[in-house]
């Protein structure tokens, strides 16, 4: 008699179905934006600035170019204003690679006012 009432209690479990109705949400925004922000210092060669604005940035040679001498007569400069998440990768990565070369490069990354 166990095994008859256990088999039909799993046969009555096995019909229940559970569906849930799931909404979107349409009303999604847009991520937040930081400002990727280069400070000026005495040992960091303007060659490596302007490459690593090309090289992680997309900039051409002559804006590249001007963008270092505003960082270097203005004592910074935003370089880019990305979502968070790219925007402390780039700045991690430029920072890597500023030390890898020996450079004291300071990048700050904040939010856009």
Do not use: C, W
């Not at 997309?58 to 998440?85: F, K």
């Amino acid at each position: 008699m166990r095994g008859n009432s256990h088999t039909l209690t799993k046969k009555i479990m096995s019909k229940t179905d559970t569906k849930i109705k799931i909404k979107p949400n349409l009303a999604l925004a847009e991520p937040p934006l930081y400002k990727i922000i280069y400070i000026n210092d005495e040992v960091t060669s303007m060659n490596f600035v302007v490459n690593s604005l090309i090289s992680y940035f997309n900039y051409n040679e002559d804006t590249a170019t001007s963008l270092t001498h505003n960082i270097h007569s203005e004592g910074s400069a935003i370089v880019a204003v990305l979502p968070y998440e790219i925007a402390e990768q780039k700045g991690i990565e430029v920072t890597l690679d500023a030390r890898s070369q020996g450079f004291p490069l300071q990048i700050k990354v904040e939010a856009e006012a």
